[in-house]
């Protein structure tokens, strides 16, 4: 390898791997919009479920412990299962949902299930940073449990909720990797097809470099956004 | 406006039952300024709290304006809290709104149509005198403004009955005395029944026409400001009255006096007058009258709601007779006397 770039001038190399690049940008376009849908999806599902785990918890605006405590439990139960095994679980589910287990769209299913359970636990943490003092002032003025939810508890957790959805972000590029590993497509695919099994570690190292680049701005964005939201207010 | 007949609380932990408040009954009248004082813990907030009902009595009754509110289903229960308007110590503003919209809050949870609401808005803040500050954000404003906009939230929706948690106890003086001139003169504007509680005897001296000490869950003595402070039945009542008045360290005198005993008869007393009697010259009269010395060695007045109080330490210096009648004349002015040596 190191002879063989030695061997070749700075113009033929780029040439002869221009396929590198045109592989990298397809791979890295199927994973961002692999973990931005899934990342979406999975607040459509994990928002609300946050915030019935923090509404019917002891002593809250819709008290049900008995609900409280399975809904709990199976989010437990859920989350213990380490995703490389999820994703072989959840097979028959996929292909009932899409068609086929493989490819990008399939991925969507394993990594927006893997993901609810996570985000309805950060939502809960977020929910619960919010003093009682201001549930409480809402109560006194004849607030609804809807009326809680809808103007307190998720405006007042809106920067914290959305430095949720950045770490919700990140991991689901983690997991999405894992996906491609079993044909999920993206990054993780390519990385494992011609970096592990065709020794070509140049697209390796540019897949790492991609996804760092992909991590840090979506975190930088994460953080952006709460400043400004912050900002405002002050 | 508010009877409250029989009320218990009791919290139940996994180790004990806590009474919180034990078959308190009391009768709130429409448009006074009413305070609950009791130490932390003795189950004042608590009770304030069962008045809107954020925590559920045990039980007992609580009629608010000819309607049992311990009675109600939930969504009565969400109109009535609509006209009963809360403020916290910690003011409770939400941070994620502008003091506007946070004025508007309450009136967005009783569905008001937006275009009045927004002008009952502005009336408000020109109430509390807030104008300039409708597009800030709480974490910008003072202690003292976040209070005036948490009365003006209280107020959005024209309540009958405000409740006062603590509002100012989490302000310096100079503050609270502006907060509750604020609420004094919403009272009088606005003939608004205030209920109040705190642990401060200068927030009822300031502001409350009735006053119930509280203590241990138990409501000890009901009765008129200045009844309770000139004559205060319970030992927690006396203890919030010394509070805020001071007596004087009647050791230090004590032993002054005998330092300069001279060999003429002397006595110390304490001389307590409440009213008008304060206004009058009794002490240069019995001086005159009675052939006594009197030396002034600490004296103190203060008011509440306008009628002066207030303790003296005297020395009175003459021979047993005179001394003993100069008392007697004191006794018959209307004072109270103490002989404290």
Redesign the interface.
Known sequence: MIEYILATTANTFWVENSWIAEKVLMATWETLYMVVISTFLSYVFGLPLGVILVTTSDGHVLESKGFNRVLGAIINAARSIPFIIFLILVIPFTRLVVGTPIGTVASMVPLTLAAIPFVARLVENSLKEI?W??I?????????AW?IVS??LI??A?PSIILGMAITTINLVGYSAMAGIVGGGGLGTLAYYYGYQRYEDLVMWITVIVLIVFVQGVQTLGDKMVANTIN??? | MIEIHNLTKIYHTTHQDIVALDNVSLSIKRGEIFGIIGLSGAGKSTLIRCI?M?EKPTQGSIIVDGQDITALN?NE??????K???I?Q?F?L????SIFDNIM??L???HVPTQPARQRVEELLEMVGLTDKARV????LSGGQKQRVGIA?ALA?DPKLL?SDEATSALDPQTTRSILKLLKDINSQLNLTILLITHDMNVIKQVCDRVAVINDSHIEEVGDVLSIFSNPRTPTSQSFINTIMNKGDTEEYTQNITKQQTGKYSRLIRVSFIGSSAGEPIISSMIRTHDVDANILYGNIDRVKDVPFGNLILELIGTEETVSLAMAYLMNNGLEIEVLK
Do not use: W
């Open positions: 003093e003092g201001l409480e002032a809402a109560l006194s003025m004849g607030a609804n009326q103007k307190v405006p007042e809106t405002k207010r002050r | 809107n954020l939930k229960l969400h109109l009535a809290r609509q009963i308007g809360m916290f910690q409770n939400l941070s994620s709104r809050f309450p967005e949870i009783a954000y709480p974490d910008q939230r929706n409740l």
